[in-house]
């Protein structure tokens, strides 16, 4: 009887010892370890002021953007994400680097000729691994600092939410000797960006 309890308890102990360990990698490191990050789908929606509505031929992402009048009209627009980018950014790609240091690489279709061949930014995970911050990346998004969202996360893709808010000033003008702004006045839209990532 003591014979089988010691075989028994070696093999629990054998069985243990061959156990398949358990993956402990971070999001920060799976975006380290999938090197190049470039936009692959996703979604801008517009909240738009009062009369106003966003052409879907108007983008915002950097981009100057365009009203279209209709009386009466609040609606909001959603744009695919990969029109709201210039052609000179559609290669463009994320690298997130040792010590929370990215680099935003421009790809062979650059914007200007001045433009370097690449821009550094500052990135970290934050709550427990549930959004990601980019300090001074005002190449990647419109403002230079974004806190993010992960909406969904895997080892070659991931997704992001966020929302922006843009101040310009709206001049009175007229249509057929008819005012629709009596006054100049400063407005703010409200974007909300649900942006893919993949690697390639």
């Known amino acids: 009887m003591k014979y089988l309890l010691l075989v028994f308890a070696s093999l629990i102990v054998l ?41 879907t031929d108007s983008v915002m992402f950097g981009i100057t953007k365009l009203f279209t009048y209709n009386s009466g009209r609040h609606a909001d627009t959603f744009v695919n994400v990969i029109r709201t980018l210039d052609s000179c950014r559609m290669d463009d790609y994320l690298v997130f680097g040792l010590n929370n240091i990215g680099t935003n690489y421009l790809g062979a279709r650059t914007c200007s000729i001045s433009d370097p061949d690449s821009i ?21 998004f419109v403002n230079n600092n974004v806190t993010a969202t992960f909406t969904n996360f895997s080892s070659n893709s991931f997704t992001i939410k966020y929302s922006d808010v843009f101040q310009y000033i709206d001049t009175p003008y007229s249509v057929n000797a008819m005012p629709y702004y009596h006054d100049t006045v400063w407005t703010k839209d409200t974007v909300l960006y649900n942006v893919t990532y993949s690697t390639f």
């Not at 010892?17 to 517009?46: H, Y």
Request: proline fraction near 3%; charge should be positive.
């Open 120 to 140: 550094l930014y500052s990135w970290s995970i934050g709550d427990n691994g549930n959004t990601i911050t980019f300090i001074n990346a005002n190449n990647t």
């Open 15 to 55: 069985a243990s010892c061959q156990k398949t360990p358990t993956n402990t990698q971070s999001r920060a490191d799976m975006l380290r370890a999938g090197n190049r990050w470039k936009i692959s789908g996703g979604t801008v929606e517009f909240k738009t002021p009062y009369n106003h509505y966003w052409s």
